[in-house]
T-cell receptor, first 115, second 112 residues
């Protein structure tokens, strides 16, 4: 079974530029998450989708971050304009349920450096 | 305010011995806990989980213990192997399809 795919793996941009990340979840996984992991910290949830609908975006900085999952499969996360503090690894995860318990599976992440 | 705490940034253990990684949480609504392992330049990999209705779950060399009254869980790895060297994250959720709250991680180093 193929895992969660993310691209690009690395991105370097200057502050105030825009950037977009792409995620393809594991086939059949209805729930998709985006997390931000700053160096030395654990991942922090940005947004959760169930199929193509947003379940939780309470921690998404909506003045500059946006995300969509139009057809309920692939998802994109965009930052416009980027700030220095957005430098982080952006992780996508999708999940499945077994015996009523959810397990999230993560992609390799996109490492963003804002200069 | 950190709801999931891993107070040891790093831990060094000799190969073949037991590794014990600890995690504390403050949110009483958490009822499902997971451990993830992360190698450099890779995403976190699911290791083992435990529901709040249990106090122990075992999978091969990995055992997770949950003490609900103390709001504490631990991951035991025995015997420790060189490939276990990685950063281990404790994560918690309120159950159902829910975003995870992670600790800051513990860097486990297995020494030969």
């Amino acid at each position: 079974e193929a895992g969660v795919a993310q691209s690009p793996r690395y991105k370097i941009i200057e502050k105030r530029q825009s950037v977009a990340f792409w995620c393809n979840p594991i086939s059949g996984h209805a729930t998709l998450y985006w997390y931000q992991q700053i160096l030395g910290q654990g991942p922090k949830l940005l947004i959760q989708f169930q199929n193509n609908g947003v379940v939780d975006d309470s921690q998404l900085p909506k003045d500059r971050f946006s995300a969509e999952r139009l057809k309920g499969v692939d998802s994109t996360l965009k930052i416009q304009p980027a700030k220095l503090e957005d430098s982080a690894v952006y992780l996508c995860a999708s999940s499945t349920f077994t015996a009523g318990e959810e397990t999230q599976y993560f992609g390799p992440g996109t490492r963003l450096l804002v200069l | 305010d950190q709801q999931v705490k891993q107070n040891s940034p790093s831990l060094s253990v000799q190969e073949g011995r037991i590794s014990i990684l600890n995690c504390d949480y403050t949110n009483s609504m958490f009822d499902y806990f997971l451990w993830y392992k992360k190698y450099p330049a890779e995403g976190p990999t699911f290791l083992i989980s435990i529901s709040s209705i249990k106090d122990k779950n075992e999978d091969g060399r990995f055992t997770v213990f949950l003490n609900k009254s103390a709001k504490h869980l631990s991951l035991h790895i025995v015997p420790s192997q060189p490939g276990d060297s990685a950063v281990y994250f404790c994560a918690a959720s309120g159950g159902g399809a829910d975003g995870l709250t992670f600790g800051k991680g513990t860097h486990l180093i297995i020494q030969p």
